[in-house]
């Protein structure tokens, strides 16, 4: 079962950016699809974005335009940069592989 790993979470403002990362186990051409949830207190776990193998990507209505999801092959990872984050993006964000591999979570936090 592949190991996943986040980072890059935190502290931001309204407006301003963050780039999470997920580092795979195993190599990412082995992933047929992988993706970024996110659970914000008292609600359901929800789709982000996903990335598939073949490099097609998919994103919620609510992030549209505002965050790209993308991979680095060489290093097994998989990136959500986050722009024009906003205090209702404020979350839990877990990474995902194949729907049933997940990360251990990492915590977004957008507020003045």
């Known amino acids: 079962q592949v190991q996943l790993v986040e980072s890059g979470g935190g502290l931001v403002q309204p407006g301003g950016s963050l780039r999470l990362s997920c580092a795979t186990s195993?190599?990412?051409?082995?992933?047929?699809?992988m993706g970024w949830y996110r659970q914000a207190p008292d609600k359901q776990r929800e789709l982000v974005a996903t990335?598939?193998?073949?490099?097609?990507?998919s994103y919620a209505d609510s992030v549209k335009g505002r965050f790209t999801i993308f991979r680095n092959n060489a290093w097994d990872t998989i990136y959500l940069q986050m722009n024009s984050l906003k205090p209702e993006d404020t979350a839990v964000y877990y990474c995902?592989?194949?729907?049933?591999?997940w990360g251990q979570g990492i915590q977004v936090t957008v507020s003045s």
């Open positions: 995902n592989a194949n729907y049933s591999c």
């Open positions: 195993q190599s990412i051409f082995d992933i047929y699809l």
């Open positions: 990335i598939s193998k073949g490099g097609t990507t």
